[in-house]
């Protein structure tokens, strides 16, 4: 895969590649569809693939009080779309100046004259331009005197839900990860560099490695059992999301013990896995209680990691 900026002089860098484009974040089934779509007709004319998409998200830029959080960070939506198979990933920097440009504009200007598709595929609600005022119809419309095919794909669908960022955001919010696997096609992830914590795992023999958040959004508070990247060793765990309200209510923390690992992580970047859901935080009595709950937490994600996929 080659990552290209979208603002530099893309002519005569493709000859009649097949793209898609769109925000992606989550890069969950439907866009998965869409990429690998674009991936198996490209391979079949012998053409380039190509994906365009925008940094920032548009919404942080256009009106930032209504920008949701982003299911995945920027680098991993790179990550996770050229997983797919796609060679080009371009990404335009997204900016006042560029949401300003009508969707004629940007049609002819960019999508025309700097790469010249032969075949455009996109999902059946993608809008752009200014105001959003670009849809299917008008792509479609505009590619016929320009010399592109655009294929609008129906949104996927699981049990007659519609897949969407917003449905799987809205699962995390709630702390609902196994529901947001389901329509990610994996299982959600965090980043984040290890931090010195307060070493009370340690104490009650459950160490735990504390996390500065650097990517994907974080689920609800709670108990989850998780999946723990490190390099490129996967290891089981039980994270913690929470206030430490045992201890007094402290700033949102997030932890995770791994099991069998005693290797020193501080400075490391680490990535958790949500399998699922175990538990609320909850406020103990005292140490032993808490300790005992820390015990069946551990129990627990086992059983789930043991048979889960």
Not at 69 to 98: C, D, M, N, W
């Amino acid at each position: 895969m080659e990552l290209i900026s979208a603002d530099r002089d893309l002519s005569g860098l493709f000859h009649s590649p097949i793209m898609s484009l769109g925000n992606f974040d989550g890069v969950h089934l439907g866009h998965q569809l869409l990429i690998r779509r674009v991936c198996e007709d490209a391979r079949k004319e012998g053409v380039s693939s190509v994906v365009y998409t925008f940094d920032p998200h548009p919404l942080s830029v256009l009106t930032p009080q209504r920008c949701p959080p982003l299911i995945t960070s920027h680098g991993q939506k790179i990550e996770l779309i050229s997983a797919l198979g796609v060679q080009f990933i371009l990404v335009a920097r997204f900016t006042p100046s560029y949401a300003a440009q009508s969707a004629r504009e940007f049609v002819e200007k960019i999508i025309h004259r700097q790469i010249g598709p032969k075949k455009i595929i996109i999902g059946e609600n993608f809008s752009f331009g200014r105001n959003r005022q670009g849809d299917p119809g008008l792509l479609a419309e505009l590619g016929g005197t320009m010399g592109f095919e655009v294929e609008a794909v129906p949104r996927v669908r699981l049990e007659d839900t519609v897949v969407s960022s917003t449905l799987i955001r809205d699962f995390l919010i709630r702390g609902e990860v196994r529901a947001a696997s389901r329509y990610l096609g994996r299982h959600h992830k965090i980043e984040g560099m290890v931090i010195t914590g307060h070493n009370r795992g340690r104490a009650m023999g459950y160490p735990t490695a504390n996390i500065s958040l650097t990517g994907g959004i974080c689920p609800a508070e709670g108990v989850y059992a998780v999946r723990v990247k490190i390099g490129k060793d996967l290891w089981p765990g039980v994270s913690s999301i929470g206030r430490n309200l045992t201890f007094g209510e402290e700033p949102l923390s997030i932890e995770v013990h791994i099991f069998g690992l005693e290797e020193n992580l501080y400075g490391k970047e680490i990535k958790i896995l949500f399998v699922e859901r175990l538990r609320d935080q909850c406020r103990f009595a005292g140490m032993a209680e808490l300790i005992a709950q820390i015990s069946q937490d551990v129990a627990r994600s086992k059983e789930i990691l043991a048979r889960a996929r």
